[in-house]
């Protein structure tokens, strides 16, 4: 599970810098891409995926605030079980973060460009 989240949020992070730092040709190419996704089937797919992520990730911060609590010492292998939880937790969490501000960042970059409206009004 952690090197999922880790190859998750290695490829969120890429794809975020590659719409910040791109040339407009490759921005172009990403802000095609995610347009595609999301509006073909992707985006029904992809809200399931983001809900059952989310429900995991409360889940499991439920599960570190039940493991700790004050007025019990925890033993070693409850601190495992801990920090584990936390390690998943953290990255679900930093992975639900960037999807957002990937798709908050591509649709900014899709609103962006009146001229390309423009040329669309033109051609109908």
């Known amino acids: 599970m952690h ?3 880790s190859l998750l949020l290695l490829s969120e992070m890429t794809l975020l810098f590659a719409l910040v730092f791109s040339s407009s040709k490759l921005r172009e ?3 095609m891409m995610l347009g595609k996704i999301v509006e ?3 985006g029904a797919i992809s809200l399931p995926v983001v809900a059952t992520l989310t429900v995991v990730f409360i889940s ?3 599960d ?3 493991i700790w609590t004050e007025d019990v010492v925890l033993n070693a292998a409850d601190e495992v079980l801990m920090v584990n939880l936390v390690l998943k937790a953290t990255l679900m969490g930093f992975a639900l ?3 957002l501000i990937t798709y908050g960042f591509h649709k900014y970059i899709k609103g962006s ?3 390309e409206a423009a040329e669309e009004k033109k051609s109908i």
């Open 29 to 31: 190419l990403i802000t």
């Open 64 to 66: 570190a605030r039940g």
């Open 113 to 115: 460009r009146p001229w």
């Open 3 to 5: 090197l999922f989240l």
């Open 60 to 62: 499991m911060v439920y």
């Open 97 to 99: 973060y960037l999807a």
């Open 40 to 42: 073909g089937k992707g």
